[in-house]
């Protein structure tokens, strides 16, 4: 909606913690695209992936020794890679691993459809290469258009449309997420929901010539996707718990923990955790 031009809105990964918090900062209230994940170093790629989503910068000191003011935004990031989050992180040589509150702020969707690649429809052109360069050239032409008329759409009765947003959201999480799904799928839920929000509002208005419901199936959609490639909706611990268990051969049995006699009579005795 907005990138395009010689204004380089699309941004690299290849930048430090500190270079990324003022790129943040500079697409406040917008969308932030990052390219090639891979690009970024292993050891800041946990720490970016909370403070892009948490939406403020470190807390800094002045030579004076008083607090300066921490930078602050809001915004949707939207990245790209041939790698996940995950597999970045897990390059970082001191043996870090994705933790699950990283999982739900930078959610990992595969970018095929079994189709054409990225593309489930080809919309006439002959290929997906063609379809992709005819995308990219008229981004760079029309670069902001859509984007200006949904501003102008929605900003006169904000109360309105801040209320049809938020239904959508309830009813998405309602009807594509389980009630027994674990806290961490439904955050991602919400989410996805708000894009399908964020879709439908555009098309009412005739911003995007799509039909109703388009936008919401697209996000029901990416949002089954994650589901089924983090492994079901239970907490990423469980899922990642069932993933390493899932390497013990079948009928393998694990060797008993060693026991130690306490020095006293009485006394509880504590064997090491078995780490697999």
């Known amino acids: 909606m907005w990138s ?10 290849r930048a430090t913690a500190n ?7 500079s697409h406040n209230d917008a969308l932030l695209c990052l390219d090639e994940l891979a690009q970024l170093g292993g050891r800041e790629a946990g720490e970016v992936a909370y403070m892009l989503a948490n939406g403020f910068g470190k807390v800094r000191s002045s030579r004076e020794a008083t607090l300066r003011k921490a930078a602050h935004w809001r915004l949707l990031f939207l990245s790209s890679g041939e790698i996940s989050l995950q597999e970045k992180i897990a390059e970082d040589a001191r043996g870090r691993r994705q933790t699950a509150g990283q999982a739900v702020r930078v959610v990992d969707v595969a970018a095929d459809t079994k189709r054409h690649g990225l593309f489930e429809e080809l919309h006439s052109f002959a290929d997906a290469p063609a379809f992709a360069k005819h995308l990219t050239t ?3 032409r029309l670069y902001g258009t859509a984007a200006r008329a949904f501003i102008e759409a929605v900003a006169p009765d904000l109360d309105g449309v801040r209320a049809r947003v938020r239904a959508h959201v309830r009813a998405f999480v309602a ?4 009630a027994d799904a674990d806290g961490q799928v ?5 989410r ?3 894009i399908a929000a964020a879709g439908e509002v555009a098309a009412a208005a005739r911003v995007l ?5 388009e936008a919401t199936r697209a996000a029901r959609i990416c949002l089954a996707a994650w589901i089924e490639g983090r492994g079901g909706l239970e907490s990423s611990e469980v899922t990642e718990g069932d993933r390493a268990s899932a390497h013990f051969p079948v009928g393998a049995r694990r060797k008993p923990l060693p026991r130690r006699v306490g020095a006293q009579a009485g006394r509880a005795s504590h064997a090491q955790p078995c780490r697999v």
Not at 175 to 178: E, G, I, L, N, T
Not at 209 to 213: F, L, N, R, S, T
């Open 4 to 13: 395009g031009g010689r204004s380089h809105y699309v941004r690299a990964w």
């Open 19 to 25: 270079g990324l918090e003022a790129v943040a900062t």
């Open 186 to 190: 439904q955050r991602v839920a919400g």
């Open 192 to 194: 996805f929901g708000l």
């Open 209 to 213: 010539p799509w039909p109703e419901g």
């Open 175 to 178: 009807k594509h997420c389980p």
């Open 138 to 140: 008229s981004s760079r």
